[in-house]
């Protein structure tokens, strides 16, 4: 019986630090996307995209080799943002026709 109390102490205490782990990941999100929140009511009102906002939106933009598809060239664009992660190239696409609106 004991034995049984010990393994599950055990596995009870894996699961509490697999826990606290996800909450820190949850907590570091949710600060990213304040910071995101704040950075973009700061450009809310903005009309020309200057080099100033591009460097505190953005960290990085990846482009890759075009692909040719039905006579068409495509270009996949990953945009990697400083608070939030990365838009995908249909991800940017939708924010640039809405942005453009």
Known sequence: MANEYEAE??????????????????QKQTVDMKMLYQGL?????MKQLTPTVVNKLIERIELYNDEKKHSHNNVKVDI??????????????SLLIQWKE
């Not at 009511?41 to 009102?45: A, I, L, S």
């Open 9 to 26: 102490q055990k596995r009870l205490i894996s699961e509490v630090e697999e826990n606290e782990k996800a909450l820190i990941e949850l």
């Open 41 to 45: 009511m700061e450009f809310t009102e």
């Open 80 to 93: 990697f943002l400083r608070q939030s992660g990365y838009l995908t190239s249909q991800q940017s696409s």
